[in-house]
């Protein structure tokens, strides 16, 4: 029981650090537009004093910001889209957060009328989309990546037991690695040496229907778990295989070393 305490308090620290930081970093951002916007000068502040238009912007952008990102963190989650998501976060919070503007006008300027509210909503409103579109983009996942890998079991022993049969008794037991065409005859490539064997690559290519590898080639079929790497450049490919074979890949045979995952 204790220890599940302390993985629960752990737990809990992490998230309240994680959102600290969280909250730190929309504080700085929505300051920065406070700065930007202060010196701009939008909206006729630029007649006010520069130390009161830098002090105003701050205020209004780190108040209003904070409440537009809290309605945000509590209404926007149930918004997957992202840009839907902004759009709606910033539609509620711009009434609140004029009314914050409207406030610290009066408190800072002396102004109270509370006519220029309504006014003041298409001010606020734009300023408000941008700033929660920024801080999406701030806080945008990145588009998750997902790596592939090709697995390659062991064929089955007969599935290659025919053809290992026109081997000698030296290779007939050997890791198969590639088979290469020359006419009537093929070359056999396998860890223990390579021969030639009397037999019709269309004959071979029937007898390993069943094996893990693919052809390739017009003359050339390799043993998916020889392959090391594939390079493919301008239409045509080349493997390195086990060895330190290498084997070409043709434009027509490209297509299955890509389903593979190889390209």
Aim: proline share 5%; aromatic share 8%.
């Amino acid at each position: 029981m204790r220890e599940r305490d302390g993985m629960g308090h752990r737990a809990k620290t992490i998230i309240g650090a994680k959102s600290a930081r969280r909250w730190a970093v929309d504080a700085v951002m929505l300051a920065a537009m406070g700065l930007l916007l202060g010196f701009l000068g939008p909206f006729d502040s630029d007649n006010a004093p520069l130390a009161s238009r830098y002090a105003y912007w701050m205020v209004c952008m780190l108040g209003g910001g904070l409440i537009a990102v809290a309605v945000d963190e509590s209404l926007g989650r149930c918004l997957p889209i992202l840009w839907r998501r902004v759009a709606v976060t910033s539609a509620l919070a711009t009434p609140l957060v004029t009314l914050f503007v409207v406030v610290t006008q009066h408190l800072m300027f002396a102004e109270q009328r509370w006519s220029i509210y309504l006014p003041l909503l298409w001010q606020v409103g734009p300023i408000m989309l941008a700033a929660m579109a920024v801080r999406a983009l701030v806080w945008r996942r990145p588009p998750t990546r997902v790596e592939t890998r090709t697995l390659v079991v062991p064929p089955l022993p007969e599935a290659e037991a025919a053809f290992r049969q026109r081997l000698s008794a030296k290779r007939r037991g050997a890791r198969l690695i590639a088979i290469e065409a020359h006419d009537h005859y093929l070359r056999v490539h396998t860890d223990a040496g390579s021969e030639l064997i009397t037999l019709r690559f269309a004959d071979a290519l029937d007898e390993l229907a069943r094996a893990h590898g693919w052809r390739v080639h017009r003359s050339w079929w390799v043993a998916a778990d020889a392959v090391q790497e594939v390079r493919w450049r301008r239409g045509t490919g080349e493997i390195r295989l086990i060895g330190g074979l290498t084997a070409p890949v043709s434009r027509t045979h490209g297509p299955v070393l890509k389903q593979a995952g190889w390209l």
